[in-house]
Nanobody
Framework: QVQLEESGGGLVQPGGSLRLSCAAS????????MGWYRQAPGKQRELVAT???????IYAISVKGRFTISRDNAKNTVYLQMNSLRPEDTAVYYC?????????????????WGQGTLVTISS
């Protein structure tokens, strides 16, 4: 299986910055995609940014130019650098990983969600 450990959420003033981290561990053969989603109160979960193994990125229009997703392949860790934060960025941020796992010689694809980390933008 795969376990995700998220960190980096917190309270920051508008215009400030935060960096989220998500480390994946377990019986991982390879990671196909890592990304971040968020869910604000009363709203549906939405994509923030994703990064494929080949380096392809997708960003939500609302965060493009302010957020940057990156990964450390050696550590199976994905980061989300968030700059110029706005009150509307307030949400619970969830790490999402699509990995190939191996067990008893059997390989299969698995999608895993983190527990979520709260990001609050307020003065």
């Amino acid at each position: 299986q795969v376990q995700l450990e998220e960190s980096g959420g917190g309270l920051v003033q508008p215009g400030g910055s935060l960096r989220l981290s998500c480390a994946a561990s377990g019986s991982i053969s390879s990671i196909n995609r890592m990304g971040w989603y968020r869910q604000a109160p009363g709203k549906q979960r939405e994509l923030v940014a994703t990064l494929t193994r080949g380096g392809g990125t997708i960003y939500a229009i609302s965060v493009k130019g302010r957020f940057t997703i990156s990964r450390d392949n050696a550590k199976n860790t994905v980061y989300l650098q968030m700059n110029s934060l706005r009150p509307e960025d307030t949400a619970v941020y969830y790490c999402n990983v699509i990995a190939q796992v191996v067990g008893a010689g059997v390989y299969r694809n698995l999608e895993v969600w983190g527990q979520g980390t709260l990001v609050t933008i307020s003065s």
